[in-house]
C-alpha cells in the first residue's frame, strides 16, 4: 500500500452482503489498485465472481468510483465519524459480449422463405 497522507478505515459489501477487503488504505490508493486486491480476495464459494478488475464497480456515497483517481481525488469520507469505517459497494458487472445478429452476419439480411398457394415467397 502506498505511504503518506490520510488512512482510511474501509470494507466492501458485495452483492450478498458479505463484507469483504476490511482494512486500512493511504488515501493516495488508486481505484484501480483497489478493485485488483478486491479481485485477489474475493470469495471463491459466491455465485457471482469478477473475471477481472473490469468487471467491479466501486460505489461510495452513490458515485461510482473512477479507475485512475485516488481515494482522496474521489472525495472518500466517513461521514461525521473521524474513525469511522467507510463502507464501499462493490457492483460485478461483467463486460458485455456482443452477440452476432441475424442483420450482422457477412453483413448480409436475413433471409425467410415461406410458401403461399404452393408458390415460394423469398423475402429479404
Not at 61 to 79: D, I, M, P, Y
Not at 87 to 101: F, G, I, L, Y
Amino acid at each position: 500500500m502506498a505511504e503518506g497522507g490520510e488512512q482510511f478505515e474501509l470494507k466492501f459489501r458485495i452483492f450478498d452482503g458479505t463484507d469483504i477487503g476490511h482494512g486500512s488504505y493511504s488515501s493516495s490508493i488508486t481505484v484501480a489498485t483497489l478493485k485488483q486486491r478486491l479481485l485477489s480476495e474475493w470469495p471463491q464459494d459466491k455465485t457471482v465472481i469478477p473475471k477481472s478488475a473490469s468487471d467491479m464497480k466501486l460505489i461510495h456515497a452513490g458515485k461510482v468510483l473512477e479507475n485512475g483517481k485516488t481515494l482522496a481525488e474521489s472525495r472518500a469520507h466517513a461521514g461525521d465519524l473521524p474513525a469511522g469505517v467507510i463502507t464501499m459497494h462493490v457492483v460485478v458487472q461483467p463486460a458485455v459480449v456482443k452477440k452476432k445478429t441475424d442483420k450482422n452476419l457477412s453483413g448480409k439480411q436475413k433471409q425467410v422463405h415461406c410458401s403461399i398457394n404452393g408458390e415460394r415467397v423469398l423475402e429479404k
